[in-house]
């Protein structure tokens, strides 16, 4: 079956879509990329979308034209990656949408909203749609998130030692993969990976009045030039997040611009450079931190954080700090054959093949829910496009396939 997955994460500033043929021989489900194309939110609806996500308030006429727009602009990109991706051939798309509010109170997760219609997508392309993945998992007492905790533990099953998945969008988030009997598998936000960054670089690093605000730190540079301000990241440390238990989910409800804003206030005046080389630390710190107690012996990290050579540095600074069992390997998916900015969208990928196919999508340990369950609401495709029968058993690994053609990628348009 061939599945394009679609995925824009916490920073809004584009949408992924990567295709794959997707298989199962035996109870191994067979991943062949077969390549990836991303295209950025325009600059009128990036605003928009800015403007209303918490803790700005909004209005639902604002939500509707939200919801239409963003479909609109995943149905086009499913178009393309069917054309581009998959010589029109593509038999299933499965869209995340674009998460705007995940209702997380007291450790608990009450409800979670992603927009972007499917049936935009559907129309465009005929296909079935599968969408609306993180709220079954809610309604089954889960935290909806991270929700690809299943693709990782099918992916790194196997793996020597104890492997962990980290995805670094807005969120950081984790899948701790421990072998045989050492334990279950776990998943959780660790708390911001580039969420606090790009917010500090938007609202600080304007370089004059009337110059644009960079949406990121890129590469890294600013963090570079600056030093970390103690004062700063400890208060920033006593976040009481970082303290609850696994499963656990956090969002830009939480680690948004007036929240850094509010530390800063009690810090005194801090240079831009600090800040952002604080912010950066403190993602790096509460990731080791946080993963210190599973004994890790490998990080296989994926999202646009890899692309930040001063946080990945960094990363690596902090997991050796206090490792007295050994180094730990720090790599990208790209060596396991994913590509670590398309990675989630991958994986959704994989989880549409699994509701399409009638099978759960997620491990309980990993969300916090009652039980596994099968994910996410089903639109229709042309008349004459009918899913696949069930298998009689699910799928116990998977394996990343190399495509015996060249892997196609189209760079974001703002990308060099």
């Known amino acids: 079956m061939r599945v394009i997955g679609l995925m824009s994460g916490t920073s809004y500033d584009a949408i992924d879509a990567a295709a794959a043929d997707v298989a199962l021989e035996g109870n191994t489900l067979v991943l062949t990329p077969l390549g990836t194309i991303s295209t950025p939110y325009g600059d009128e609806l990036r605003a928009e979308?800015?403007?209303?996500?918490?803790?700005?308030?909004?209005?639902?006429?604002?939500?509707?034209?939200?919801?239409?727009?963003?479909?609109?602009?995943?149905?086009a990109?499913?178009?393309?990656?069917?054309?581009?991706?998959?010589?029109?051939?593509?038999?299933?798309?499965?869209?995340?949408?674009?998460?705007?509010?995940?209702?997380?109170?007291?450790?608990?997760?009450?409800?979670?909203?992603?927009?972007?219609?499917?049936?935009?997508?559907?129309e465009a392309t005929g296909r079935p749609v599968v969408s609306g993945f993180r709220p079954r998992d809610v309604a089954a007492g889960g935290q909806g998130a991270p929700l690809v905790s299943i693709v990782d533990i099918l992916w790194l099953r196997g793996r020597p030692g104890v492997p962990v998945a980290l995805n670094l969008g807005g969120i950081a988030n984790v899948t701790v993969v421990p072998q045989g009997a050492a334990g279950s598998p776990l998943a959780f936000d660790t708390g911001p990976?580039?969420?606090?960054?790009?917010?500090?670089?938007?609202?600080?690093?304007?370089p004059d009045a009337s110059g644009p605000a960079p949406a990121m730190d890129t590469g890294g540079a600013l963090a570079a030039r600056g030093s970390v301000h103690q004062q700063l990241l400890h208060r920033l440390l006593d976040e009481p997040y970082y303290a609850l238990p696994a499963p656990k989910t956090t969002g830009k409800e939480l680690f948004h611009w007036p929240y850094l804003r509010t530390a800063l206030a009690a810090c005194g005046p801090v240079p831009v450079e600090d800040v952002l080389a604080t912010v950066?630390?403190?993602?790096?710190?509460?990731?080791?931190?946080?993963?210190?107690?599973?004994?890790?012996?490998?990080?296989i990290s994926s999202g646009g954080g890899t692309r930040n050579p001063v946080l990945m540095r960094w990363l690596a600074e902090e997991m050796a700090r206090h490792k007295d069992t050994g180094p730990t390997v720090l790599r990208t998916t790209d060596e396991l054959g994913l590509p670590s900015g398309a990675k989630e969208a991958y994986a959704f990928a994989v989880l549409g093949w699994l509701t399409?196919?009638?099978?759960?999508?997620?491990?309980?340990?990993?969300?916090?829910?009652?039980?596994?369950?099968?994910?996410?609401?089903?639109?229709?495709?042309?008349?004459g496009r009918p899913l696949p029968q069930p298998p009689t058993s699910p799928p116990t690994q998977l394996v990343v396939r190399p495509s015996h053609t060249p892997h196609r990628q189209h760079s974001r348009p703002q990308d060099p």
């Open 280 to 299: 950066t630390r403190l993602t790096a710190r509460t990731i080791a931190d946080a993963l210190r107690p599973f004994g890790t012996t490998e990080v």
């Open 49 to 75: 979308l800015a403007r209303s996500l918490p803790p700005a308030s909004t209005d639902l006429a604002t939500v509707c034209r939200l919801d239409t727009r963003i479909g609109q602009e995943f149905a």
């Open 77 to 122: 990109l499913a178009v393309r990656a069917d054309a581009e991706l998959c010589d029109g051939r593509a038999d299933l798309i499965a869209s995340h949408g674009q998460t705007v509010y995940h209702w997380a109170e007291a450790g608990r997760v009450h409800g979670t909203l992603q927009i972007g219609e499917p049936a935009w997508i559907a």
């Open 193 to 206: 990976a580039n969420a606090l960054i790009d917010a500090a670089a938007r609202e600080l690093a304007r």
């Open 356 to 383: 399409a196919h009638n099978l759960p999508g997620t491990i309980p340990t990993c969300t916090g829910a009652r039980h596994p369950s099968i994910l996410g609401s089903i639109t229709p495709g042309r008349p």
